[in-house]
């Protein structure tokens, strides 16, 4: 009774110390979320909608959603945002069906596995810039191996690259992202395949579930869920990955393999137009978010249902 | 159903050995219990019998065919896993549709043998769940629903009861053996809990490192266990192990203890005097009773109370020795106690290696 009394007498400062309390507790990491995370988002954002040119001094003024209206009949970004779909589900999808493949294999018990497995995930070690050069110079003609080999195949006349052909040009930054990003989906699918219990294969292997029926009704269900969310972070990662397109073909020829990002990155730092590239990654950003919003809701119902 | 039969089957991993050719015929319709310490080697030989694991040597047929080279979906058994092993992502109907529907089963049939299989099991209510909304007990009888609804030429079972708690193994155990006596399939049944091997075999198979022990039905190991190895682990409290000398006093075989004692046996037996032997006598059969009545006099040094009756912890000859008694009387502790021993109850074991001696004839 007394205690109850003493409290509500409290004096006004203890009780704000109390109701600050979890704000103080808490506050190191909000600062250093809103330092690094959210001020640049909104100075990015706000750049969309303000005219901001580095070589021009007389820029920075606001101006609405002009940006916007000029994207809006940009057919470069449209091609950009044709590429961009082409590449990322290119990547993504060749990427996982490899990476589940390799998952798959390193699942099963060999003699020099763990080596096997070191080695696999090489790939991911290697930076994004190096790994564009070396395949552009294995594509290369004169000092790579590549275009002879397409020609002792029959798949091309004459050594030639495919990096300036416009037909095939895409091809040649999504093999690269394809070798460097294998080891992404085998590691994460193999740590799944891992968790699934030996015994619930033993289980369907005498209820007679060939190999092929077990895959389908334990392994997949089991690996659905990893898979959503690999896919999802794989696709966000991928449509803004510009790194190898810029060092391989740096958009061309004739734009044939600029995407988003990469428009982005050239509108920006060779045009030096800050606000246009950032209403461009605005737009970028919206159309990731939505995506993103479809896959965790599709993973949401999966892990309902399992 | 089928008769199961293992020749000389051996299992070696690299260069380790873990079954040492083990020979087992087991009946049409016959409950088995495999039992013996942790990994002596159960787990293998059953999982060998079910095609999960490889057989280094030897031949297993099922119902007259040989199996060695069957994949376990062709072998027609089914098993039930210690840990269930049930489909997470499946309901109840499902996991135990499972096996149907791989082998093309119609509807009609798969609904019905579900419907059947569950009421048998008391799942009716249950089979829309999926297995991470029951209770163990509930999860066992699926993983048993999986196994009957298949109708299989022969069930085998690892340890499906060492996750349940004391009571609800008690009720399963029972509804096993109901099962078994309704269905009349052939099992093999793994497991180290000894009263289910009593309860629920028609024989039993002690094994030991890899090695057969001993075959027989329950009470045969339990009344004459063929070395000190079974007389050991079958039964509990366990046997007490005495040693002694084996002598032979006016034509017949008494066992020479410490301290002087003779403890008479139910013969002349086979072997030299003088040979080291080891005594086994189940608690229930050292007889105790109140000082005055004859026998050895000693003191309790610790009793047991089960309830039903008291372990008395004793000490005649200066060597522990346990006796089970229904007297309460007799349970306090520091009485003094007289204590005799049957003849006939005494089962004798060479020393050198553990077989059991019979009186000869
Ligand atoms: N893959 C393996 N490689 C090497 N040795 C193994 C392997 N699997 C099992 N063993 C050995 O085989 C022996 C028998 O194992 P098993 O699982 O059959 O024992 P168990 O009788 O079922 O024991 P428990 O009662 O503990 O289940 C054990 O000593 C074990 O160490
Ligand atoms: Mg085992």
């Not at chain 1, 003493?6 to 203890?14: C, E, G, K, T, V």
Request: proline content about 6%; glycine content about 8%.
């Amino acid at each position: 009774m007394t205690a109850l009394v003493a409290s509500r007498r409290r004096p006004f400062l203890q009780r704000l110390a109390q109701a600050s309390e979890p704000w103080l507790y808490t506050a190191p990491a909000l600062i250093l979320i809103v330092a690094v995370m959210l001020v640049p988002l909104v100075l990015g954002v706000s750049y969309a909608f303000r005219d901001i040119k580095l070589l021009n001094p007389f820029s920075g003024g606001f101006v609405g959603l002009k940006h916007f209206e000029a994207l809006a009949t940009d057919q470069a970004f449209r091609t950009a945002l044709v590429n961009t779909l082409w590449w990322t589900g290119a990547s993504v999808l060749i990427q996982f069906v490899f990476g589940l493949i390799l998952a798959l294999l390193l699942n099963q018990p060999f003699r020099g596995r763990a080596v096997a497995q070191a080695l696999c995930f090489l790939p991911w070690a290697v930076p994004s810039f190096l790994t564009g050069l070396d395949w552009a110079w294995l594509f290369n003609p004169v000092i790579g191996p590549l275009p002879h080999w397409f020609v002792a195949l029959g798949l091309m006349e004459t050594p030639q690259s495919i990096l300036s052909d416009p037909d095939l040009a895409m091809w040649g930054p999504i093999a690269a992202n394809v070798w460097w990003g294998i080891p992404f989906f085998a590691i994460t699918l193999l740590a799944a395949l891992q968790a699934i219990p030996k015994d619930l294969y033993e289980a369907a292997a005498i209820d007679g579930a060939g190999p092929i029926e077990r895959f389908r009704s334990i392994t997949l269900p089991f690996l659905a869920p990893t898979i959503a969310i690999t896919i999802l972070l794989r696709t966000v990662w991928i449509s803004n990955f510009a790194d190898l397109i810029v060092v391989m073909t740096n958009g061309g020829p004739a734009d044939r393999t600029q995407i988003v990002a990469s428009y982005i990155f050239t509108t920006a730092f060779r045009r030096l137009d800050f606000g246009y590239a950032s209403a461009i990654a605005l737009v970028l950003l919206v159309l990731l978010l939505t995506y993103s919003m479809l896959i965790v809701l599709l993973r949401q119902s999966f892990l309902k249902r399992g | 159903m089928a008769a199961i039969d293992i020749t000389s089957a051996r299992k070696s991993y690299g260069s380790v050995d873990v079954l040492h050719g083990v020979d087992l015929a087991i009946g049409d319709g016959e409950f088995v219990v495999l039992v013996g310490p942790s990994g002596c080697g159960k787990s293998t030989l059953l999982r060998m019998i079910a095609g999960l694991e490889e057989i280094t040597s030897g031949e297993i047929a099922i119902g007259g065919r040989r199996v060695n080279d069957l994949p376990p979906k062709d072998r027609d058994i089914a098993m039930v896993f210690q840990s269930y092993a049930l489909y997470p992502h499946m309901t109840v109907a499902e996991n135990m549709s499972y096996s149907l529907k791989l082998r093309r089963t119609p509807k009609e049939r798969i609904t019905a043998a579900i419907t059947v299989a569950a009421a048998k099991l008391g799942l009716d209510q249950l089979t829309e769940r999926r297995p991470k909304a029951l209770s163990g007990g509930q999860r066992q009888r699926v993983a048993m629903g999986r196994a009957i609804v298949r109708n299989p030429k022969a069930f085998l079972f690892d340890e499906p009861l060492s996750n349940l708690d004391a009571r609800l193994r008690e009720q399963m155990r029972v509804e096993i053996k109901k099962l078994h006596k309704d269905l009349g399939a052939t099992s093999i049944y793994v497991t180290h809990d000894q009263i289910e091997a009593m309860t629920l075999a028609d024989r039993i198979v002690a094994m030991n490192g890899g090695v057969v022990q001993q075959v027989g039905s329950p009470l045969d190991l339990y009344d004459r266990p063929a070395n000190l190895f079974v007389a050991g682990f079958i039964g509990s409290p366990a046997m007490n192990m005495i040693p002694a000398i084996y002598r032979l006093v006016d034509g017949t075989g008494v066992a020479a203890v410490a301290g002087g004692h003779h403890l008479p046996l139910a013969g002349p037996f086979s072997i030299p005097d003088g040979t080291a032997v080891v005594i086994g006598v189940r608690p229930e059969h050292v007889t105790v009773s109140p000082p005055g009545s004859g026998g050895l006099r000693t003191a309790v040094d610790l009793v047991e109370p089960t309830g039903f009756g008291s372990i008395l912890h004793l000490g005649p000859f200066g060597q522990p020795v346990k006796a089970f008694t229904l007297d309460r009387a007799l349970g306090r502790n520091g009485a003094a106690v007289d204590v005799t021993f049957d003849p006939a109850q005494l089962h004798v074991f060479t020393e050198a290696d553990g077989r059991r001696m019979d009186p000869a004839a």
